[in-house]
């Protein structure tokens, strides 16, 4: 396995796809994608934030086909973005089923608990991707937990995934999963590890929305951020506001956090 830090970004020629996983079934906040933060779901400001990105050319959100889920392609269709439905268990195949259908290129692999990605991190992360020029390139922020837990950033070339959607026996429980499968099989491809730079480096501090605590901490920053006037911020701004009102990060710290035990962490 590779590591690398943060580089300049490199003029783009490749088309990039951002997928965002995303169901209305979470076992422990349901409903959370469409939680309403100031004024709009969650997931709109997910994408409105992926949608500041230079680098990324289409948004997909990937949903099941459970009728619950209704509700996310009624949110896609009101405000024209790209929604494919699958499998709610076999998530590896919704995403691999997706990446075919719509022919990608090059996947961005983001999740529907993370709307406080930084489209400018995203950017950077495609710009180092392209750099390599690695056809078998597996880069994720997410093999080593650096950057605050829900900034994570996966690219890969399309191809990789529908490889190992068809090499992972269907009854695998770990289908579950998308990217994450990519790294069981790192004879095959080339796996690179993407950690912050000193300033950005704060696993402890959770930025994912997986219960209610989480999703009581990102309503506080959202709210801070546009009570100021502004709608878009940095990871960066968003973790001085949170040493400088430091009580804020224990709303959260506690929350036991599952892909720790998928890690082994």
Not at 55 to 67: P, R
Not at 74 to 85: A, H, S, V
Not at 192 to 205: C, D, G, K
Not at 225 to 247: C, D, V, Y
Request: with cysteine.
């Amino acid at each position: 396995m590779h590591r690398i830090n943060n580089s300049k970004i490199k003029a783009k020629s490749r088309e990039v796809t951002a997928t965002i996983q995303a169901r209305m079934g979470s076992s422990r906040l349901p409903g959370k994608v469409l939680s309403e933060i100031c004024g709009k779901p969650m997931l709109e400001w997910q994408v409105l934030r992926l949608s500041q990105s230079r680098l990324i050319d289409n948004i997909i959100i990937g949903t099941t086909t459970d009728s619950k889920d209704d509700l996310i392609e009624d949110f896609c269709e009101q405000r024209g973005i790209d929604c494919f439905r699958g499998s709610e268990s076999d998530v590896l195949s919704r995403i691999a089923k997706l990446l075919e259908q719509y022919k990608v290129d090059i996947h961005l692999e983001c999740y529907g608990d993370s709307p406080l990605i930084d489209p400018q991190i995203a950017d950077e992360f495609i710009g180092m991707f392209l750099k390599r020029n690695d056809e078998k390139a597996y880069f994720s922020s997410a093999l080593k937990t650096t950057y605050p837990p829900g900034q994570e950033i996966t690219l890969y070339k399309a191809n990789i995934l529908l490889e190992v959607d068809r090499l992972i026996k269907q009854d695998d429980k770990l289908r579950e999963h998308v990217g994450y499968n990519i790294t069981r099989f790192p004879e095959s491809y080339n796996l690179y590890s993407i950690e912050a730079p000193s300033w950005l480096s704060e696993p402890e501090i959770y930025l994912e929305v997986d219960t209610d605590k989480d999703l009581e901490l990102v309503k506080e920053i959202f709210k801070y951020f546009i009570n100021r006037g502004q709608s878009h911020f940095s990871l960066t701004e968003i973790l001085s506001m949170l040493k400088a009102n430091n009580e804020l990060i224990h709303i959260n710290n506690n929350v036991p956090r599952r892909w720790k035990e998928l890690r082994g962490d």
